[in-house]
């Protein structure tokens, strides 16, 4: 599967902001879906994950409350929308795939995943 990212930009803290994945090349559906981040000289970190039947949703915890995830396996495409913005949430976005089919499992270790976008940088600054 091959994903691009697209949505990221700058905003001012406050703000919203709404990422998008969209996957081509295999059955989006049989994949759990992730979104990451990584701020400059930081490691990557989760955000938020979904499971390939839809059934299950998870958020970092720090990010509880700020942020809603969906997909829509008809448009192969998974969104990330973040409100209440913050500097330090300022980092390259990733969305990734990882083969699961028929599973509400999420994966939260990124070194499962199978395939990664090419990020996009969000900004959040006054």
């Known amino acids: 599967v091959q994903l691009v990212e697209s949505g990221g930009g700058l905003v001012q803290p406050g703000g919203s902001l709404t990422l998008s994945c969209e996957a081509s090349g295999d059955t989006f559906e049989d994949f759990a879906m992730g979104w990451f981040r990584q701020a400059p000289g930081k490691e990557r970190q989760f955000v938020a994950g979904v499971s390939s039947n839809s059934h299950k949703w998870t958020y970092a915890d720090s990010l509880q409350g700020r942020l809603t995830l969906s997909r829509d396996n008809a448009k192969s495409t998974m969104w990330l929308s973040m409100n209440s913005l913050k500097p330090e949430d300022t980092a390259v976005y990733y969305c990734?795939?990882?083969?699961?089919?028929?599973?509400?499992?999420?994966?939260?270790?990124?070194?499962?995943?199978?395939?990664w976008g090419p990020g996009t940088q969000v900004t959040v600054s006054s």
């Open positions: 990734a795939a990882k083969y699961f089919p028929v599973n509400d499992y999420i994966e939260f270790n990124q070194y499962q995943y199978d395939a």
